[in-house]
């Protein structure tokens, strides 16, 4: 289009006008450079490594202090608190001079051909008397259960010393449960019981999480070998 434009000295001249061609004018894009490409990458890749490095750290955080708060638990559960903590020592002795608990767990009760230590956890076992420190053996068999020293008791009006045992086969587990103290959580407890009603109470584990664990496995072989018979 052309406009008339009067100049300061009152003549008349023609302003040129500018003609925009439909094709010339396109939406303009913005294009990432390769450079600024891979920074993207390198912030999305550091990014993610430290967010799987905060969770690990978390869930270290979290397992050690179940392990503090565990050890505090398994040597309060004792009626002597320095006798926990010897004990403990004592059984660490033991363990490392008789080349680990399997060979303990096989010295300690019968075993059958094939049958192998699954896992085994320093623990309580509740008592008419109070808790009984020792180590409960989960194998591919049997739950067992061995006090970590001779216990006394009456027989004939004299003073017998034997170690506590129990015994019970996989198939002859009937329930396996978990629970705490309503008024102290940090008191958990397994209950065991067996196909004949006998009750076993567990406490103060060391390594409690993974003892659950391991029981309900237990507990689901044994159902499988129930149905099997």
């Not at 990014?47 to 799987?52: D, I, S, V």
């Not at 004792?78 to 926990?84: L, R």
């Not at 903590?85 to 300690?108: D, N, S, W």
């Not at 009456?154 to 449960?177: C, F, G, M, Q, R």
């Amino acid at each position: 289009m052309e406009k008339e434009t009067e100049s300061k000295n009152g003549s008349i001249s023609m302003k040129k006008s500018v003609h925009w061609s439909p094709e010339l004018v396109t939406e303009s894009t913005s294009q990432q450079s390769p450079t600024s490409f891979n920074l993207i990458q390198t912030v999305v890749t550091v990014r993610n490594a430290l967010g799987r490095w905060g969770r690990r750290v978390g869930e270290a955080t979290r397992k050690a202090e179940s392990l503090a708060g565990n050890t505090w638990q398994h040597l309060k559960t004792s009626p002597s608190f320095s006798e926990a903590a010897m004990g403990r020592i004592a059984q660490g002795t033991k363990v490392l001079a008789e080349g680990g608990y399997e060979k303990i767990f096989v010295h300690t009760f019968e075993t059958v051909p094939d049958e192998q230590l699954q896992n085994s956890y320093a623990c309580y076992l509740s008592t008419s008397a109070g808790p009984v420190m020792g180590v409960l053996y989960i194998s591919t068999v049997k739950v067992a259960y061995s006090s970590d020293s001779p216990i006394s008791y009456k027989s004939d009006n004299k003073t017998e010393w034997s170690y506590y045992k129990v015994i019970i086969p996989l198939h002859e587990l009937k329930a396996v449960n978990p629970s705490s103290n309503n008024i102290n959580p940090a008191e958990k407890y397994i209950q065991v019981i067996t196909v004949d009603n006998h009750e076993f109470w567990f406490m103060g584990f060391l390594n409690y999480e993974g003892a659950v664990e391991s029981m309900k496995e237990a507990l689901e072989t044994g159902k499988s070998l129930q149905s099997v018979a």
